[in-house]
């Protein structure tokens, strides 16, 4: 890769640290990268290096030389994907639990990627087959990928821009009394890698949340992101104290009300991911410029869990009357 890429910092984005501004401005490159970059030298801010610790104060003018890296090739390959609108411009995916969005460690093929590119090989001219965000692995529904250069910048800004709005519906472990918002900053546990945690030196994140309905050990949420950081539901809703059923990296063992039914015993040990799913996703078209909703109903996995949550409050008789 020859050249180099400039942008200015927005006023929006001062008090940030510069690798989370450069990720925020040019989101066709890694956190990971960028960051290495600035370490190398390769990243200049109004003409001189700097730290990737260092904050912004908006309007400076970052110019970056990127470096040509060994890129290991994505094959297209075949694979059924639910394809819930398209046009020339965008697709909407609703992603299965299990389907991983990206190559990585561990799982170099059978990604949503893959699929993408065995559906339409034109999405190799763009960054990562033209997605422009992720869900986790075992995390269901709405996605949206941009099909040309054109809707892939609009999308990526929209969603730099807070402009694109996603609802989920979960299940907590414990009994909530009422919805609320979480506003507490996200980063990189300081320990565990694999893990995110509630930390002072974090990111910005905010999480609106309300019940559905409650059962007698668990609740069924819906939540409403104002912010996009990676693994944001599940570690808000652990540190409120309500870790979402199934979850494998902030969640708990299955919390069983007295004398559960057979069917919620099984049910809930069965569930080994965590109880999420974008349910609901709200832009305005990279061409058209209209406000688009695409909604993705809940996968058989999650509809059963809720079957059997129901089930034992009616087999119990609820005492409580928050169930009733």
């Known amino acids: 890769m020859t050249g180099f890429l400039e942008e200015r910092v927005p006023d929006a984005q001062r008090g940030q640290r510069l690798d989370l501004t450069l990720a925020q401005l040019f989101p066709d490159f890694s956190r990971t990268r960028l960051k290495a970059w600035i370490e190398a030298g390769h990243v200049l801010v109004d003409g001189a290096v700097p730290r990737p610790r260092d904050v912004v104060r908006g309007g400076e003018v970052v110019r970056i030389t990127p470096r040509t890296e060994p890129v290991v090739p994505v094959a297209p390959e075949s694979i059924a994907l639910d394809v819930v609108y398209a046009d020339a411009a965008i697709l909407v995916i609703a992603k299965p639990p299990g389907l991983v969005v990206h190559p990585g460690a561990g799982n170099p093929r059978s990604t949503l990627q893959n699929a993408l590119l065995g559906l339409d090989e034109t999405l190799a001219q763009l960054p990562r087959a033209g997605i422009v965000h992720r869900l986790d692995k075992d995390t269901s529904g709405l996605l949206v990928v941009a099909r040309t250069p054109a809707a892939h910048l609009k999308l990526t800004r929209a969603l730099a821009g807070h402009e694109v709005e996603r609802e989920y519906e979960a299940v907590a472990q414990g009994v909530m009394t009422a919805g609320g918002t979480v506003e507490a900053p996200i980063d990189r546990h300081p320990t565990n ?65 007295r004398a559960a039914t057979a069917e919620l015993v099984e049910t809930m040990t069965a569930f080994r991911r965590q109880a999420l799913h974008a349910r609901r996703l709200t832009f305005k078209h990279p061409v058209t410029g209209k406000k688009v909703t695409f909604e993705a109903p809940l996968p058989p996995d999650f509809v059963q869990l809720l079957e059997a949550l129901r089930a034992d409050v009616k087999a119990a008789g609820p005492a409580d009357p928050r169930l009733r």
Request: glycine residues 8%; positive net charge.
């Open 193 to 257: 890698r694999l893990r995110m945690a509630v930390r002072q030196t974090g990111r910005e994140a905010v999480t609106h949340y309300r019940v559905v309905e409650r059962f007698r050990a668990q609740t069924h949420i819906r939540v409403h992101l104002e912010t996009g950081r990676t693994h944001q539901i599940r570690v808000h809703m652990t540190h409120i104290g309500y870790p979402l059923v199934g979850d494998p990296l902030y969640g708990r063992r299955p919390q069983l009300p």
